[in-house]
DNA sequence: CCTGTATATCCGCATAAGCGGATAATATCA
DNA sequence: TGATATTATCCGCTTATGCGGATATACAGG
């Protein structure tokens, strides 16, 4: 009941809604999140460490980048919540910009390193 | 948004879906759910205002009684979870003792009533 | 009205949770 | 090893949340 508890509080926070949303996307690394929800690096890292210790989200080191990713073998409940998430988060406008401003930031990014 | 991260936060506290398994077996009055939970009046009827204005529940008062059922037109998000946690919630232990102890609660109480 | 019952809300208190700058830990590269 | 970049954790602070006794409100019956 506890980790039931847990799960709900993890996905009960404004920012950590937007990070699962992001997360959707495709694997991101703390400051791929830092630069698109405009956020300093401690609040980040804070809500993905609460989000992975619900069991919703792993996280991946390579080299200096931590790559976060949607929990593959989600149980139960967190692999319910999750297809859950993936229908209703995209009705909401804030999701849909974050979204967008992900879709800019990668461009960006991508293009940047052609230079 | 702010309306999404309610909805979740309602959920996120063990007495609020311990009280949501209950009402999934049908309506309650407040007593029934303090009786069956062995809490306190003010601490239920907290709860059960706080699912009530996340959208969950409804309550209806007929005479001294107000009576709380599962909200009937939850729109997405809200119907979405509650068919969730009518899957999830009953692999919870507490989930099917509070369950069995409702029973035993309504047979006392219709048996009392036939004195 | 007055009394008793059921429920909602108020209150002060204790604990939990979020914030973000500061610091520590980890990894890369010279 | 030293300098730099990325991330995790610590810290003091503020706000949010839960608790349950006390009080207020709503209703039924006399």
Redesign the pocket.
């Given at each position: 009941m506890k980790k039931t508890v847990?799960v709900f509080?993890?996905l009960?926070?404004?920012?950590?809604l937007r990070i699962m949303a992001l997360l959707e996307e495709g694997e991101l690394?703390?400051?791929?999140l830092?630069a698109v929800l405009g956020?300093?690096?401690?609040?980040?890292?804070?809500?993905?460490?609460?989000l992975?210790h619900a069991g919703l989200v792993e996280?991946e080191?390579?080299?200096?980048?931590?790559?976060?990713r949607l929990a593959d073998r989600a149980d139960g409940l967190a692999g319910e919540l999750r297809l859950l998430l993936a229908r209703c988060l995209p009705d909401l406008e804030l999701i849909r910009q974050d979204r967008q401003a992900l879709a800019d930031y990668l461009a960006r990014k991508d293009q940047d390193t052609c230079n």
């Open positions: 847990h509080k993890a009960s926070e404004e920012i950590r690394c703390v400051c791929d830092m956020l300093p690096q401690s609040t980040v890292s804070r809500h993905l460490a609460y992975r996280g080191r390579r080299g200096m980048w931590m790559y976060y």
